[in-house]
């Protein structure tokens, strides 16, 4: 029991174009297509309008001294 090898591709193929039709799947390639491109779009103009941040040591950080409370049973 190995991969699939190209013929099994091939039937898989066929039988996906036989049930979705050939225009479902130009349109899901289309769809995919614009929203990989939107994406990218968006991360290029967000990298842009945002400045990059200086990493800081967390060493370096001052501690924050909290007090827990109990939470009181029913």
């Given at each position: 029991?190995?991969?699939?090898?190209?013929?099994h591709?091939?039937?898989?193929?066929?039988?996906v174009?036989?049930?979705?039709?050939?225009?479902?799947l130009?349109?899901?390639g289309k769809d995919?297509?614009?929203?990989i491109k939107?994406?990218?779009?968006?991360?290029r103009?967000?990298?842009?309008?945002?400045?990059?941040?200086?990493v800081?040591d967390?060493?370096?950080?001052?501690?924050?001294?909290v007090?827990?409370?109990?939470?009181?049973?029913?």
């Amino acid at each position: 029991m190995g991969s699939l090898s190209l013929g099994h591709w091939l039937i898989v193929l066929l039988i996906v174009v036989l049930v979705f039709g050939t225009g479902k799947l130009r349109n899901l390639g289309k769809d995919l297509g614009g929203a990989i491109k939107g994406f990218k779009e968006g991360m290029r103009s967000e990298s842009e309008e945002t400045p990059p941040q200086q990493v800081s040591d967390a060493r370096a950080s001052s501690t924050i001294d909290v007090q827990a409370k109990e939470k009181s049973g029913s």
